[in-house]
């Protein structure tokens, strides 16, 4: 190999290794789902109208408080739905089988909700409480795993927990 394909390689690993994710963040050592979801042509008192009908009917969920601009639920007892994203060969982490919970705050304004979903976990039997912090970052929670595995699994959390709370107004009821 020559001495620039070395230098581009290791110029490119850094890039590479980087673990890619649209709303799975790190917070104050914390692992964090954050997305903000456009509703453009409501208006708040109708967003707050839709969630608060959309958000009780989500299987798991479950409404704890809610405010003028804010709803506080929890989740539990859920398991991620993995197998809508997996790729055919790829073997799933055995924890993405177990019950999956988390502290959900969902709030509006401007044609616009964002949901927030932190305190994650899974709980089995035979492994008892893992937390999301432990199984995706190192380094005491400063930064994400960067392996294939850990990748992958946290892309599916993270999808399943977009499509979770996507919530479209009714055509109907104009």
């Known amino acids: ?7 581009l390689l290791f110029c490119l690993i850094p890039f590479f290794a980087q673990a890619q994710y649209d709303y799975l963040k790190l917070e104050n050592t914390q692992l964090v ?3 903000v979801y456009a509703l453009d042509s409501l208006k708040d008192t109708d967003i707050e109208k839709l969630l608060s ?3 009780p009917k989500l299987k798991d969920v479950t409404i704890v408080e809610k405010s003028n601009e804010l709803i506080i639920a929890k989740i539990k007892n859920s398991y991620i739905d993995y ?4 790729e055919y060969w790829r073997i799933a982490p055995s924890y993405l089988g177990d019950q999956f919970f988390g502290d959900v705050a969902i709030m509006w304004k ?3 909700y964002k949901v927030t979903v932190n305190n994650m976990y899974f709980y089995s039997t035979t492994h008892g409480m893992m ?3 432990d199984i995706f970052t190192r ?3 400063s930064e994400l795993k960067t392996n294939t595995n850990t990748i992958v699994s946290g892309g599916y959390i993270e999808r399943y927990l977009a499509d979770l709370f ?3 107004p009714d055509k109907n009821n104009w």
Request: avoid cysteine; aromatic fraction near 6%.
């Open 1 to 7: 190999m020559t001495m620039k394909k070395l230098i």
């Open 53 to 55: 009908a959309g958000v």
């Open 131 to 133: 937390k999301s912090t």
């Open 166 to 168: 996507l919530v479209k």
């Open 33 to 35: 789902f954050e997305k």
């Open 139 to 141: 380094k005491r929670g």
């Open 110 to 112: 401007d044609g616009k």
């Open 83 to 86: 197998r809508r994203f997996r």
